[in-house]
């Protein structure tokens, strides 16, 4: 995929755009300029969902220095931490302006933070559903410690993030993961090996092993005698059978699928797959077109934003049933759509 030299990595598909930025330079203390200091937090703001990349290892520190027995923990709690101060920081720098403005103007709380916050790519429903489960009086009235816990409950509504345990391999990671999903059980969090999932890509472009990805199915030149695979040396051969050993069928997966099925997940988002034949389904490029959408969206709208404005017949499902517009899409329920063109009798 390209890189965007302002932005990350960006994909590619048939319709649309994704972006993967990739935050590197994050220390502690970056909201006071340590580091790269508040640049890489600004990246921060065009996010939808953060994947949090943990050494569970403990072999890299904070400052991403190689050592040994270092607690990842803390990493999760400082990163966190850097956020809310960033923003924190933000906000009362102006609070006293900020509330005159909203006295005068006679405005709504949710309006007033929208305004403040509106740079960090929030909308007005966000912003409502971070502040609704806080008993607050008016916005004018807040103390210091009422102004930092709305922050923080911004914090988690706008910047969901998934806990990517990398290194699952390693033979310190079990006791770390198990200290992280204890302190972070409300957090989602997805075991993975990247470094397992690059080796095994790379044989697969290469032509030595056929690979399906996000599973644990791997497979050689002795597995598959009839093929076009090319035959590995012992080396690498060893290779193969370690990640088979220690990562594949240990865990099922390298687990780098699954954390983006987590991102997507915590963003209520459901993969539909838009066909031209409802009644098969075989084929190389079967599945090949794919819209995210948010949970709760209706067959209707999910209709015009693949289709347009193309006047339809009819819309169906799975087995060529016949669905109705406001039908409602979800996971593994009316996520597979043939749009019939034409007037509706």
């Known amino acids: 995929m390209p890189r965007d030299p302002l932005i990350g990595i960006v994909g590619k598909p048939s319709s649309g755009k994704s972006t993967t930025f990739v935050v590197a330079g994050l220390v502690p203390g970056a909201h006071e300029g340590r580091g ?20 569970v290892s403990g072999t890299t520190d904070a400052e991403g220095k190689a050592t040994r027995g270092y607690d990842p923990l803390n990493d999760i709690e400082w990163l966190q931490d850097e956020i809310f101060r960033w923003i924190e920081g933000n ?45 607050l009086p008016p916005l004018e009235q807040w103390t210091d410690e009422q102004l930092s816990m709305v922050v923080r409950a911004f914090t988690k509504e706008k910047f969901p993030t998934v806990l990517a345990l990398n290194k699952m391999d390693h033979p310190d990671a079990d006791k ?15 075991l993975t090996s990247a470094i397992s999932e690059v080796f095994i890509r790379k044989l697969a472009k290469q032509g030595y092993v056929q690979y399906e990805e996000g599973t644990e199915f791997l497979d050689t030149k002795e597995d598959l005698p009839d093929s ?35 991102a997507a997940d915590v963003l209520e988002l459901v993969p539909v797959y838009p066909v031209k034949n409802i009644h098969n389904f075989g084929g190389a490029q079967v599945f090949r077109d794919c819209v995210l959408l948010r949970r709760g969206t209706t067959v209707g709208q999910a209709a015009r934003k693949i289709m347009g404005d193309i006047p339809l017949a009819a819309i169906e499902g799975a087995g060529g049933v016949k669905i109705a517009e406001d039908d409602i899409i979800d996971v593994k329920k009316n996520d597979i759509l043939c749009f019939k063109p034409g007037a509706r009798n």
Request: aromatic letters at 6%.
């Open 176 to 190: 770390n993961v198990s200290k992280i999903l204890k302190k972070h059980a409300d957090t989602k969090a997805v």
């Open 36 to 55: 790269l200091g508040n640049k890489f937090l600004d990246d921060l703001r065009h996010a939808d969902a953060l994947i949090h990349v943990v050494d």
């Open 228 to 262: 076009n695979l090319k035959d590995l040396d012992d080396k690498l051969r060893q290779r193969v059978e370690d990640v088979r050993d220690l990562v594949l069928y240990r865990f099922g997966s390298t687990g780098v699928v699954q954390v983006l099925q987590a």
């Open 91 to 135: 906000l009362k720098e102006r609070w006293g302006s900020i509330k005159r403005r909203h006295t005068a103007t006679k405005s709504s709380t949710v309006d007033t933070l929208q305004g403040q916050f509106s740079g960090y790519g929030s909308t007005a429903d966000l912003v409502a559903r971070a502040i609704s489960k806080l008993e």
